[in-house]
């Protein structure tokens, strides 16, 4: 058993305090947060089970295993070269271990659970979570243990530490177990385009973010990962309130971690935020991403950023190794709804039918008809009003010359709130005889039974 007697003299070990705030340092003691200066779990095995000679049991207890001395090294090295070590580690991994040893630590298999979390935490030693488990199941040897966490804090801020693991421990644990419709895609993803090859969808109730690939059979969910959102929750009105902003985003570019400080971790991936919806409601603030985490941390709580979305950086990596900028839709929700995609094809198809008759309306040259579909307070690219707007549509028309425009690559996106149902409709517009051409974005907002336009512009 490991006991105040036979605690190493340097427990709590400097790194950790270096590592973690004070209050957290102030809490390790209690909670066995760290994976240095303490015996591996083969070594406490050893020393409770050995009756004879006690000098060998105090050395083992004293001595820091190989595995713990490399994670201390690695911790108070946390830097940018510790970070980027870790950036291209498996993603979901280290969830995947700490769920088992939860599960475990559960199921009453608290030595097998310790094993694991000895090696998680050696493998993590800045995952803070993962310390929390091992230093329930290091105390569960000498008492019950209650709750995730089983220590009375010393101040206000060992509280509020210990409640956000705690939280984040619920947020994991919910997302293992409640399991998605076979299919099922969130109801704003009502058409994709073979050009958008990923779509991202964040539901920050559950503090997880869900990653699709575009295929040919459809959309593919191929990963999800705990995130973590504004201090204040969601519904971003105003610069500077902590909290993240809901909606439909694209991203607009990639921050590689080489232009970033450490505290972005594996990098940064912009979102188009105000996008044309939140200006018109009054929204302001800038700067939403989606960014990796600390070098010294592996995971934030879930309610943590001043308004983006952080993940663990080997599940942040991977987003930026793999998403395209300006095709990549980013969805972000209180609570994501899942539908069947084929629950969705009426709709799909009325607004085919919308779309296909403004586009004949154009191709025809009918400016009347044309701009019967733009709402009366439309503002284009620029802040042009309807007036100025529609002088750019006789232009367009007139440059046709009765030629006929294909549309490719249509995208409906619909975001529905108390206020507002919306529809982001993006295409490729291809005049005949020509084998490219611009990219339009139009915000579709629906008035009673009719849709009409109330921004435009292109990408």
């Not at 801020?157 to 293992?176: D, G, H, M, N, V």
């Not at 080997?314 to 900028?325: G, S």
């Not at 008759?357 to 009366?376: C, E, I, N």
Request: overall charge neutral.
């Amino acid at each position: 058993m490991l006991t105040a007697k036979n605690l190493p003299n340097t427990y709590p070990p400097p790194w950790l305090l270096r590592r973690t705030s004070s209050s957290l340092g102030i809490l390790c003691a209690a909670l066995l947060l760290c994976g240095a200066a303490l015996p591996t779990a083969a070594q406490t095995r050893s020393a409770s089970s050995t009756s004879n000679a006690s000098t060998p049991r105090q050395t083992q207890a004293a001595a820091p295993s190989t595995r713990a001395r490399s994670a201390g090294t690695a911790a108070a090295a946390a830097g940018a070269a510790l970070g980027a070590s870790r950036w291209k580690d498996p993603d979901g991994v280290a969830e995947q271990r700490l769920l088992e040893v939860l599960d475990l630590t559960s199921a009453g298999q608290t030595q097998q659970a310790l094993d694991k979390a000895y090696a998680l935490v050696g493998d993590y030693p800045h995952f803070q979570l993962a310390q929390l488990a091992l230093g329930d199941l290091l105390l569960a040897r000498s008492r019950p243990l209650e709750v995730l966490g089983n220590t009375t804090p010393t101040n206000e801020q060992a509280a509020q530490t210990l409640e956000s693991l705690r939280s984040e421990s619920l947020k994991r644990i919910s997302a293992q177990k409640t399991a998605l419709p076979a299919g099922a895609i969130p109801q704003q993803f009502l058409l994709v385009p073979p050009s958008s090859r990923h779509a991202i969808a964040v539901d920050a109730k559950f503090s997880r973010l869900y990653l699709f690939e575009n295929t040919d059979e459809g959309m593919r969910l191929v990963a999800d990962y705990y995130a973590s959102v504004g201090k204040l929750g969601t519904e971003k009105e105003i610069e500077g309130d902590q909290r993240t902003p809901l909606g439909v985003y694209f991203v607009v570019s990639k921050l590689q971690a080489s232009a970033l400080p450490p505290f972005y971790g594996a990098g940064a991936l912009p979102l188009n935020y105000p996008n044309p919806l939140d200006q018109r409601r009054g929204k302001t603030g800038h700067g939403i991403w989606l960014h990796g985490t600390p070098p010294d941390q592996f995971a934030r709580a879930p309610l943590a950023t001043d308004g983006c979305v952080a993940l663990a950086d080997p599940d942040f990596y991977r987003l930026l190794q793999t998403v395209d900028i300006r095709s990549t839709p980013v969805v972000i929700a209180n609570e994501l709804q899942w539908v069947q995609p084929q629950s969705m094809d009426t709709m799909r198809q009325a607004f085919d039918l919308l779309l296909q008759s403004w586009h004949q309306a154009k191709t025809d040259g009918d400016v009347d008809l044309l701009l019967s579909f733009y709402a009366p307070d439309f503002t284009g690219s620029k802040k042009m009003d309807l007036a100025t707007w529609s002088n750019r549509l006789i232009r367009e028309v007139k440059d046709l010359s009765g030629r006929s425009l294909e549309l490719k690559e249509r995208s409906y996106l619909r975001w529905s709130d108390a206020q507002d149902d919306v529809m982001v409709v993006t295409f490729g517009e291809v005049m005949q005889g020509s084998i490219s051409g611009p990219v339009r974005r139009q915000y579709w907002r629906r008035d009673g039974q009719l849709w009409h336009i109330f921004f435009e512009s292109t990408v």
